[in-house]
């Protein structure tokens, strides 16, 4: 990505609400406990986090373990009470590494006494979705020609083959995949054509081991396979395939006495756990303690070359992530202990939440979106802090401001404290979908509203130059200063956040 100008990230930041210098009322405490937030605290920090004995902290690793168990020791520290598993600070999930068995998988189709049968691995694969535990089955509901989500509406989907075949290169778009996806389907089966040996090397490819996590979502099975090995049964039922691939209007119509049948065995290799590590401040009203202002980062980072996900740089072969995010984890710990100070005393409680698995599809999150410490809808607030230690000395983005009233609180507690030399500006980059991209969009789906500190990426981005002296450690102590206002502003105001109308219906609604 390429830098910007500090002029223009200036100019972009200037607001009447910003411009304003009006300081809001401060205690003694929490200035004091504010000021505990220092540079030297956040360098050491991280200079843990993000050693070389971590290994790049992928999930799961022992590096990973070794920093869940030091944000735990911190948090105990600190006197927070446990919010984990069993009444400890870790709260762990399982992942299996799962190998699909093709002597036992395949694909078929059934007409007239005709079966038609696709293995996996040469004329079928694995697209995406919840495999389920046993063959799944039904009759066919054949979707070809230019199909679009209209002419879907009223379709028999739910617990049918939905076989899809559209012209050559053509895909469906999202409104369509969302369409079938909701109707529930019993597999959604596309129609490949085109040189079929060309698609057995890209069945297998697919046959990797994939890894999955406690607390996946449950997605409609979406399998691919060939024409070729279909077309048999298909010509049984009196299926023209290339007539209806050609359609130039929408085909969607149950085919009579075509039936499909989908199985797919895999075999576990591996079943490890995760950590997350989560500390709760208990607040101090009465009727508010029972709502819950949520800090989070993930803790983990991509690890190190032999994983094959993070690239070896000469003889530097591990990724330290001390930006990507142990800025982020840094920046929840030192909060914790600015929170924890004697006389600070927050209205709501507060959960201090570090993640696993952010990497690997903000797995940790969505566990604990899933299993919260308290009921998800106590939570009032999610500041979510990924990437605050590189670029810009006096600018930090903050995503998801435009959907909920936090915008305008980010904006009163920036104005109340210039003494941080902070700008806050909106989503410089919204082509590139950070707000689903981190682990606040798991709290927000559920229907809470958020905030994304975030400095956008840089040259080291998931690199082994991604090391702890590249850090600016004074610019992210000011930035988490920041938050520490932010946190006390939202725990301590007589109305929880809301939403705006819009934005609820496009994050929350669409998401339930």
């Not at 399982?94 to 059934?110: C, F, G, M």
Request: charged share 25%; with cysteine.
């Amino acid at each position: 990505m390429r830098p910007v100008l500090l002029t223009s990230l200036a100019l972009a930041a200037a607001s009447p609400l910003a411009a304003q210098s009006v300081r809001a009322p401060v205690s003694p405490a929490a200035k004091s406990a504010a000021a505990t937030i220092t540079e030297a605290d956040v360098r050491k920090r991280i200079g843990v986090i993000a050693h070389d004995s971590m290994g790049g902290r992928d999930t799961p690793s022992r590096g990973l373990d070794l920093t869940a168990q030091y944000v735990a020791d911190e948090f105990r520290r600190f006197g927070l009470q446990p919010g984990g598993d069993g009444g400890s600070f870790l709260q762990t999930y399982s992942i299996e590494k799962r190998q699909l068995d093709t002597a036992a998988s395949s694909v078929s189709l059934s007409a007239g006494g005709v079966t038609s049968t696709a293995a996996f691995g040469s004329a079928a694969r694995y697209g995406n979705g919840t495999v389920p535990p046993g063959p799944v089955n039904g009759p066919v509901l054949l979707v070809a020609g230019k199909v679009d989500a209209k002419s879907l509406a009223g379709a028999p989907i739910k617990d049918r083959v939905v076989l899809v075949a559209l012209p050559e290169g053509a895909q469906l778009d999202r409104a369509a995949v969302a369409a079938i996806t909701a109707a529930g389907p019993a597999v959604a089966l596309q129609l490949a054509g085109g040189d079929s040996a060309a698609f057995a090397e890209r069945a297998k490819n697919r046959l990797r081991p994939r890894v999955v996590s406690a607390g996946d979502p449950t997605r409609p099975l979406s399998v691919e396979v060939h024409e070729s090995a279909m077309r048999a049964a298909l010509a049984a039922a009196g299926v023209d395939i290339a007539a209806a691939r050609a359609s130039a209007t929408p085909v969607v119509r149950e085919v009579t006495g075509l039936g499909g049948r989908v199985t797919i065995v895999e075999t576990v290799l591996d079943k490890q756990a995760a950590p997350n590590t989560v500390g709760i401040l208990r607040g101090s009203d009465p009727k508010l303690r029972d709502e819950y202002v949520l800090y989070s980062a993930h803790m983990d980072h991509v690890g190190h070359s032999a994983n094959g996900r993070c690239a070896a740089m000469g003889a530097d072969s591990i990724c330290n992530g001390a930006d990507d995010d142990a800025s982020g984890t840094v920046g929840v710990v030192e909060l914790a202990e600015a929170f924890a100070k004697k006389g600070v005393k927050p209205k709501r409680s507060i959960i201090f939440l570090t993640v696993s698995g952010e990497e690997g599809g903000l797995r940790g999150s969505r566990y604990y979106a899933e299993h919260p410490s308290v009921p998800i809808e106590r939570i009032v607030a999610n500041v979510n802090i990924d990437m605050i230690g590189r670029n810009w000395p006096d600018t930090i983005v903050a995503i998801g401001r435009e959907h909920s009233d936090l915008g305008a609180t980010l904006d009163r507690v920036a104005a109340a404290h210039p003494e941080l030399g902070m700008a806050v500006i909106d989503d410089k980059w919204p082509e590139e979908r950070f707000y689903t991209r981190s682990d606040h969009y798991n709290f927000a789906k559920k229907g809470v509203p958020i905030l994304f500190f975030f400095n956008g990426v840089h040259e080291d981005y998931h690199k082994p130059s991604d090391h702890p002296e590249k850090i600016d450690a004074e610019k992210e102590s000011r930035i988490v200063r920041m938050l520490f206002w932010l946190g006390l502003e939202i725990a301590n105001a007589p109305m929880r956040p809301k939403w705006n109308e819009a934005s609820y219906k496009e994050v929350v609604a669409s998401a339930r």
